[in-house]
Nanobody, 126 residues
Framework: QVLMVESGGGLVQPGGSLRLSCVAS????????MGWFRQTPGNEREFVAA????????YYADDVKGRFTISRDNAKSTFYLQMSGLKPDDTAVYYC???????????????????WGQGTQVTVSS
């Protein structure tokens, strides 16, 4: 059974930091690209960041570059999103996801991901 479980969300003040974690099981973790997406009410799920199988390539949405860092630990079947310099616009439900794709165009598309976590709320507010 494929299972992905996020943790680490919460309420943080603007400028603060959070680290999201996602533990995966039920599929070959080290053969999948892992990604983070986020969604706000009434909007499409949007790409945030992704890291390829051996962490050799990382991708970021333009509005998080320089503030967010994605990483993975294949030995633990876990990957992370370190978020710094958080802004109110970062408020969303964050989802982790997995895809076997490596193509840069595919990696940023939510439709290319087969496995998803349940989501964790991140709220940036003073």
């Amino acid at each position: 059974q494929v299972l992905m479980v996020e943790s680490g969300g919460g309420l943080v003040q603007p400028g603060g930091s959070l680290r999201l974690s996602c533990v995966a099981s039920g599929f070959p973790f080290n053969r999948n690209t892992m990604g983070w997406f986020r969604q706000t009410p009434g909007n499409e799920r949007e790409f945030v960041a992704a890291v390829t199988h051996q962490a050799d390539t990382k991708y970021y949405a333009d509005d998080v570059k320089g503030r967010f860092t994605i990483s993975r630990d294949n030995a633990k079947s876990t990957f992370y999103l370190q978020m710094s310099g958080l802004k109110p616009d970062d408020t969303a439900v964050y989802y982790c996801a997995a895809t076997p794709r490596l193509n840069p165009t595919a990696i940023v598309a939510s439709a290319e991901y087969q496995a998803w976590g349940q989501g964790t709320q991140v709220t940036v507010s003073s």
